[in-house]
């Protein structure tokens, strides 16, 4: 593999660690001695979201990540945790055996997890996935939250 820094195409690993269905190796460059870190993943059986209207589209692991770092804007969530749900979620969804999952069980999946990490991150999920009206909808599900 090539050096990140200056293309030197000869590295060596000093340390790998495999997560869940990705390998990250910790490489270091033999010519300007810097580190970096590579990953590959298992290209797996590709996993269809059946959305609310019948309509099925692939699952993209980027959109999942990306809806759940516009929750957790301007909150005291590292991306590290965003990417480790990322992962649990879709390590869950391959679990499931099928090639076809609703996208009602992604959403629940994520609503179960956010509301663990963040409240406020869960709450403006909610309200985008569950579709809130008015303020009424984010006062129930806040005092929801407070009830446990």
Do not use: W
């Not at 910790?26 to 996993?47: A, D, N, P, Y």
Request: hydrophobic share 30%; proline share 3%; glycine share 4%.
């Amino acid at each position: 593999m090539k050096c990140a820094f200056c293309q030197h195409p000869e590295t060596k690993v000093v340390d790998k660690r495999d997560i869940d269905s990705e390998t990250r190796r910790r490489r270091e460059c033999l010519k300007c001695h810097k580190r970096f870190t590579s990953s590959e993943r298992v290209r797996e059986i590709s996993l269809s979201i059946v959305k609310k209207d019948g309509r099925r589209e692939q699952f993209e692991r980027e959109k999942l990540k990306k809806g759940l770092l516009r929750a957790c804007e301007k909150r005291p969530v590292p991306v590290e945790k965003v990417e480790l749900l990322v992962d649990k979620i879709e390590g869950e969804l391959r679990k499931l055996n099928t090639k076809e999952v609703r996208s009602i069980v992604i959403g629940d999946k994520v609503m179960r997890e956010l509301k663990k990490l963040d409240p406020v991150a869960y709450v403006r999920f909610a309200s985008v996935y569950k579709e809130f009206k008015d303020i009424g909808d984010f006062k129930r599900e806040v005092n929801a939250i407070k009830r446990g």
